[in-house]
């Protein structure tokens, strides 16, 4: 197609202009992709949550703990199909910049409420058989180089003391989304050194993990386990476990807020950039398309041109970006694997992108259109370059 | 008596700038026959290019009448002005304005677009314009590779290449050295002997306006008596 081919000519024209203006376009349209990918990252852990699984924690806050004699309670409520409980540990392993989440679990119940988690049955007897064993994630366990049989000490915080441990499980992930970071000790280790050292503190969770056969029956549950312990000593607050998981997302709600508006300002300078490339070109071709007019070419035909060529260099730049997010968002879970469990670009993101770009060519192109459009001839013809 | 071509009648032209009117052309009346060769000149400033630009269509007069074949030009819609531009007038500028991205060959062949014509008649007919300017061994030449002179004979194939009844040149050999000049005047005449076209050239230059039938002066935006 002819028009096709002047299109193609005309964004050409000044090699380096539009050379620099599709690497700007590139370089914006890749940094939209990574801020929206880290947004979603952050929401990921949620994301992952299972609707069969409610979280019941104490109701005045997350570092208050619960009686576990509340388990037995809780279990028998109808609807309820399983139950465990766990406990924050937070240890340091070695430099407290090493942080990954550990969980003091139930041994013989906990892990069968992960079924996401998919481990060899011979490493969940081993877990069983020794109470300082952990199971750990797969990468977990590759960012520290940590295999089975390793021993690990992890210094409390929390807990106070040196605390042992064996690695005697890794666990991976079914889904894409599955956090394989998470660190699983025995809660009959953390207890029975309670019991000895600290008796105050021994018997108690921070949370019960509660399974349910089916997930509409959520907030009944909820409401009725709530209840149960109304006016004791720990009230409780259950929740799903992806509204749980968002509570602690929230807390950092205002960086992700942040990262949106710079995500819209990206947009905003796509614009300028490209507005500023198709605005000079529009100045530089009046008296050509004043030419084409006189030898009986339309407005529309002109249009047709200029919306052509901005929406071309928007594809060039949009397309250029998008294909060097995919290793940029490589690198940046390599880098940021503490962070991040998962850093995947998702298809909403690499839509919205392709949509920014379309809106931001036609909208480079609104100028210079009404320029040309509104230019009469014999005006357009009198300019020399 | 030959058919009238161009029939202006009564036709005034001023631009407005601010609130000031600047008066261009005042009351002009002529008629031009089928097969007329005829220079119009003056001085800078009287109005030629105004002129030329009213019968061309892209610019509107004031008042009066512009006839142009059966069209009152003065009265056409925007798009069908356009149309009848296409069909009708072939336009030649002092500076030739080829599209700097596109070869010889299609800057003749870009009016043709606008035509029904496929890819192939399209072919023939470019092969044949630029045959005529002297130009078919230049067809891939793109207008910076090509010298004045022949950018000028680019932009008359151009100009021809639809087969329009008249043919509008602004200063055609204003820009252009003596010898340069000399080729483009033949080529005007024989654009109007052989080809019988009608033509209307500004021209500043005595040499270019012995070879019209006609020469008219403008002055101060009128038309001297001939
Ligand atoms: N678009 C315009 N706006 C204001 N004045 C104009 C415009 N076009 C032409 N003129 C004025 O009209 C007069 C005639 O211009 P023009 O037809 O270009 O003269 P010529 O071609 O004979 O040199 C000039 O004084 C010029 O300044
Ligand atoms: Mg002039």
Redesign the pocket.
């Known amino acids: 197609m002819k028009v096709l081919k002047l299109i193609f000519r005309n964004t050409f024209r000044h090699p380096l202009r539009a050379g620099l203006t599709i690497l700007g376009l590139a370089i914006a349209v890749m940094a939209f992709a990574i801020i929206r990918t880290t947004v979603s990252s952050w929401y990921a852990g949620a994301q992952a949550a299972s609707p069969n699984r409610l979280v019941t924690r104490s109701a005045v806050s997350l570092v208050f703990t619960l009686p576990i004699a509340y388990e037995e309670k809780i279990s028998k409520i109808e609807g309820v199909t399983g139950i465990s409980h766990a406990m924050w540990f937070g240890g340091i392993y070695v430099d407290p910049k090493n942080f990954f989440p550990q969980f003091a679990v139930d041994g013989d119940t906990y892990i069968d409420l992960y079924p996401e988690y998919i481990i060899a049955p011979e490493q969940m007897e081993d877990f069983l058989k020794q109470k300082n064993a952990v199971i750990i994630g797969r990468r977990l366990a590759d960012r520290f180089g940590w295999s089975l049989g390793d021993q690990v000490r992890l210094t409390g915080t929390i807990f106070p003391g040196d605390w042992d441990f064996v690695i005697r499980g890794i666990y991976s992930g079914a889904e894409e989304n599955t956090d394989e970071t998470i660190w699983h000790m025995r809660y009959d280790y953390l207890d029975e050194r309670m019991r000895t050292e600290m008796p105050g503190r021994a018997g108690q969770v921070g949370s019960f993990i509660v399974q349910i056969a089916d997930p509409s029956q959520s907030a009944a549950i909820s409401q009725q386990i709530d209840a149960m312990f109304e006016n004791s000593s720990a009230e409780t607050l259950t929740e799903t476990e992806e509204s749980f998981m968002l509570s602690f997302v929230s807390m950092a709600s205002s960086i992700v807020t942040g990262l949106q508006i710079i995500s819209v300002l990206v947009i905003g300078i796509i614009l300028l950039v490209l507005g500023n490339t198709m605005a000079m070109t529009a100045r530089e071709r009046i008296s050509e398309y004043a030419v084409m007019k006189t030898l009986g070419f339309r407005p529309l035909h002109v249009v047709g041109l200029i919306i052509g060529e901005s929406l071309f260099i928007a594809a060039l730049g949009g397309a250029m970006g998008l294909l060097v997010t995919f290793p940029i968002a490589r690198l940046v879970q390599a880098a940021m694997a503490d962070f991040f469990p998962v850093f995947k670009v998702e298809p909403i993101t690499l839509v919205l992108a392709v949509l920014a770009s379309f809106a931001v060519g036609l909208m480079a192109a609104v100028f210079p259109t009404l320029k040309a459009v509104r230019t009469p001839i ?2 357009g013809l ?1 300019i020399i370059d | 008596m030959p058919d009238t071509l161009v029939k202006l009648e009564g036709v005034y032209k001023s ?1 407005w ?1 601010d609130s000031l009117e ?1 008066p ?1 052309l005042h009351n002009i009346d002529f008629e031009i026959p089928k097969g007329e060769f005829l220079a119009l000149m ?10 030329l630009n009213l019968i061309a269509g892209i610019d509107r007069p004031s008042r009066g009448r512009i006839l142009v074949g059966q069209e009152n030009v003065a009265e056409l819609s925007e798009s069908s002005l356009a149309r009848w531009r296409s069909r009708i007038i072939g336009f030649i500028f002092q500076l030739y304005n080829l599209m700097p991205v596109l070869t010889a060959f299609e800057n003749v062949e870009l009016p043709l677009l606008l035509t029904r014509l496929n890819r192939r008649e399209r072919r023939r007919q470019v092969e044949t314009a630029l045959g005529i300017v002297g130009l078919s061994d230049r067809m891939k030449h793109y207008p910076n590779q090509l010298s004045g002179g022949q950018e000028q004979r680019v932009a008359i194939a151009r100009a021809i290449v639809t087969d329009p009844d008249l043919i509008l040149a ?1 200063e055609p050999t204003g820009d252009l050295d003596k010898q340069s000049a000399e080729d483009i005047m033949e080529l005007m005449t024989r654009l109007n002997q052989e080809f019988e076209k009608t033509i209307i050239m ?1 021209t500043h230059d005595p040499r270019a306006a012995k070879r019209a039938h006609v020469v008219r002066h ?1 002055d101060k935006g009128e038309l001297e008596a001939a």
């Not at chain 2, 003056?42 to 002129?51: C, I, M």
């Open positions: 014999v005006e009198r | 631009y700038r600047i261009v003056g001085p800078s400033g009287s109005g030629k290019t105004t002129l602004d500004v403008l």
